[in-house]
């Protein structure tokens, strides 16, 4: 296995495991190798955005991202006003963290908006791994069961899966892709605790994951 990636695994393990892009892992040389879902620095453009409507406030960075990026969220609505709120700044969270680390940038603007406290720190050094080990991501990833739990006004906390299998992680100098067996572990289970801010953005505070949860499994 390639020493920079393994270095990568190391440093995002010191940073409360934010595994948000993170692809399955497979057979042995895999298990030491997160890999996340994003794309290359060619061939940008705009993210879809979900379909919710746009509140009211202050206004939402745009995203881009390269073509060969391709993320999906099921649900994108519930119906509920509260829920698709929280859904929707959810996705552009992890757009934003993929974009963040196309672009190599750990302070990214867009990046920034969507986290707070713990979160943007970890988020922070996440970006810093891949960028100081030279990788970058490509690939697919299908974020479903999004479910959300609303706290209060201002707190919310949801649960979704990551299917992760055909994420890659991808050398930047070499646009060598790393591809790996999928197993149980390709699948996880996510948490994550959001904080609604003054401008009406839904921040994430907190996230944790399970790698091979079962009830993500296919």
């Known amino acids: 296995m390639n020493r920079p990636l393994r270095l990568a695994t190391v440093a995002l393990t010191a940073t409360a495991a934010l595994l948000l892009t993170a692809c399955g892992s497979g057979d042995d040389e895999s298990k030491d190798n997160d890999k996340i879902a994003g794309a290359d620095k060619g061939g940008e453009k705009e993210s879809a955005s979900p379909t919710a409507s746009e509140p009211a406030g202050v206004e939402r960075p745009k995203i881009k991202l390269p ?4 993320l999906s969220f099921k649900p994108e609505q519930t119906g509920d006003t509260a829920k698709d709120a929280i859904l929707r700044d959810n996705s552009d969270f992890i757009r934003a963290l993929n974009a963040a680390i196309v672009a ?9 908006f969507f986290t707070e406290g713990e979160a943007a720190a970890s988020s922070q050094n996440w ?52 591809r790996t067996k999928v197993t149980k572990r390709s699948y996880i289970l996510y948490g994550a605790q959001v904080e609604k801010n003054q401008e009406g953005v839904w921040e994430l505070v907190k996230i ?10 296919p």
């Open 67 to 70: 073509s060969d990026v391709k």
């Open 104 to 112: 190599g940038d750990p302070r990214l603007p867009a990046l920034e």
């Open 127 to 178: 970006v810093k791994a891949f960028k100081d080990a030279g990788w970058t991501v490509t690939g697919t990833v299908k974020y479903y069961n999004r479910q959300v739990a609303v706290k209060s006004k201002t707190a919310a906390s949801l649960t979704y899966c990551g299917d992760e299998s055909k994420g890659y992680s991808k050398v930047i100098k070499t646009g060598q892709v790393k």
């Open 208 to 217: 944790t994951s399970t790698r091979g949860a079962a009830v993500c499994q």
